[in-house]
């Protein structure tokens, strides 16, 4: 992948080129992270001291304007799914304003702002590094919305890995069902479900980078779960399923009202 350099906006981050997407590069001695300003989206978040991305991002990403970049934190906003066109809206297609940044010897704070065409705010991501990530959401606009943070995490490998504290009914959006499932649950299939946000901590336990995360959601209504194993996925290798594996913090059929917030924090432990 080539890069292109841009200014620096202070010596801990700088915005780059990653073919046409401009992506904001965090390097600090909370971690380093990569966000790309097409959709507001994280994409690399690693601690100090971290020996892997918690995050997953394809590796064959084209890094193409307009093309819904495969892996990070893509925000679904305003809807989620196919409900209309585009899949899960249109916010991870645009690109989001840096609205603020506070950066700290501790903590740092960026806040990514996207605008309509009369230059209104409508929604708010904001981004918080310290031994973890936060990664906030707030809908400004009028209409209530479906949001989703659809967290990509890098796994050693699928078949080595489990989440506990998931419950032990879930629908499954392949079948259109009710399923009883196991928990801890593990994935050895395509995997398309949604959970009711029943728990507010998952945990994603990895034995291969001798690691757990914990994924902590907060004002969610739904969690999604999903590994598209074989099953032939746009930007993704047919090998990629095997190190990721989404699991989603969203409002779906609770909508967001307008000034509300959903957020995740994701702990490396
Ligand atoms: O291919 P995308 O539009 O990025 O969607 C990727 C996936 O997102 C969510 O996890 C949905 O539950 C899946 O049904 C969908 O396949």
């Not at 600090?28 to 300003?37: C, F, Q, T, Y």
């Not at 707030?138 to 506990?164: C, K, M, R």
Request: charged fraction near 20%; hydrophobic fraction near 40%.
């Amino acid at each position: 992948m080539t890069t292109q350099k841009l200014p620096f906006f202070s010596p801990h981050l700088k915005l780059v080129q990653y073919q046409d997407i401009p992506v904001l590069v965090l390097e600090h001695s909370v971690g380093s992270a990569k966000i790309s300003l097409q959709g507001g989206q994280l994409l690399s978040w690693k601690p100090a001291n971290a020996k892997q991305d918690l995050l997953w991002l394809s590796e064959v990403e084209p890094f193409k304007l307009g093309n819904a970049i495969r892996g990070g934190v893509p925000i679904c906003y305003p809807w989620f799914g196919k409900v209309k066109e585009p899949a899960h809206g249109t916010a991870r297609l645009r690109l989001w304003e840096l609205s603020g940044q506070d950066i700290s010897d501790e903590a740092v704070l960026i806040e990514l702002a996207l605008l309509n065409e009369k230059q209104q705010m409508e929604a708010k991501i904001q981004f918080h590094f310290t031994t973890s990530c936060e990664i906030r959401f707030t809908h400004y606009g009028e209409t209530p919305a479906q949001v989703a943070l659809h967290s990509y995490f890098n796994v050693s490998n699928i078949a080595d890995i489990w989440v506990e504290n998931l419950p032990t009914e879930c629908f499954n959006s392949l079948t259109q069902q009710t399923d009883n499932v196991e928990s801890p649950r593990k994935v050895f299939e395509h995997v398309d479900c949604i959970y009711q946000a029943e728990y507010p901590i998952q945990t994603i336990v990895d034995p291969g980078f001798k690691r757990s995360i914990d994924i902590v959601h907060n004002n969610a209504s739904e969690i999604v779960f999903w590994n598209p194993w074989h099953t032939t996925t746009s930007g993704m290798s047919n090998t990629g399923y095997q190190t990721m594996l989404c699991v989603e913090t969203a409002r779906l059929s609770r909508l967001l009202a307008q000034g509300e917030s959903i957020a995740v924090r994701i702990i490396e432990k």
